[in-house]
């Protein structure tokens, strides 16, 4: 496949799709967001029954691409894409008829986590770190939220919101955003494999929809979301704030 966000290879009935944006710390555009639909259509085509998503041994999945939305206020043009279609992404990550394992290595943030959250198992290494910064910029994690709330509940993930600081990987596994993780997270990923590529293609269709169908709050909490997305993003003094970050590098309470 010929994608220039991601690096996809496919072994037997597993897919392995790495974030593939060095050069923005792995952050999500709307091209990734294309291209990751596009191989998520071959893998239902392809009766693939295991999804393995990587980013880099040092960032796995940075978030929103700011420094696209510096240029895009730049040239005066719409800044913000239209969120439906990287919840509905989440969506066919946590729905969809294949088992989806989120593997994490180094920093997530903001995003990166609805990718983690998304994902019916996730395995990481001991330098995985996770963190929501939106509130940093007078924004919040809206869209991520209904699948990380499903993954560890709303107290915690409120706290995780308000406080914007690192989570390291012990606490992430207390909470239940990590499943499972070693400190070379490689072989317990092949271990992880080996049981479940024996999962029968029907059982797995069959299993997910059902528990989907017994807690549908994904589709439920989406038009909140979508709706909160689009007003914090064209919230001037929110994009203000960005722009300034991009350039200074400093955030907003550091701003001389």
């Known amino acids: 496949m010929n994608n220039r966000t991601l690096r996809v290879r496919f072994q037997e009935k597993i897919c392995y799709v790495q974030f593939h944006r060095p050069e923005a710390n792995n952050a999500v555009n709307d091209e990734l967001i294309e291209e990751f639909h596009q191989v998520l259509h071959v893998c239902e085509q392809e009766s693939v029954t295991v999804v393995v998503l990587e980013g880099s041994p040092e960032v796995f999945c940075w978030g929103a691409d700011f420094g696209e939305i510096h240029k895009k206020m730049d040239e005066g043009s719409s800044t913000g894409s239209d969120p439906e279609s990287l919840y509905d992404l989440w969506l066919r990550l946590a729905t969809g008829p294949y088992i989806t394992i989120a593997h994490v290595r180094g920093k997530v943030n903001a995003g990166g986590v609805g990718f983690v959250a998304a994902c019916d198992v996730v395995i990481a290494d001991d330098t995985a770190q996770f963190s929501l910064s939106e509130l940093l910029f007078g924004l919040f994690p809206a869209c991520v939220l209904p699948f990380l709330i499903r993954r560890i509940g709303v107290q915690k993930a409120h706290y995780f919101t308000l406080m914007t600081w690192p989570v390291h990987i012990q606490q992430a596994h207390a909470w239940g955003l ?47 979301a979508l709706s909160s997305n689009r007003e914090m993003f064209m919230n001037q003094q929110n994009l203000e704030r960005i722009y300034t970050y991009v350039e200074t590098g400093y955030f907003p309470w550091e701003q001389r």
Do not use: F
């Open 178 to 224: 990590v499943d499972a993780y070693d400190t070379k997270s490689e072989p317990l990923l092949r271990k992880h494999l080996r049981r479940l590529k024996c999962l029968p293609e029907s059982g797995i269709a069959q299993y997910k929809r059902y528990m989907h169908s017994i807690n549908d709050s994904l589709y439920q909490s989406k038009s909140a």
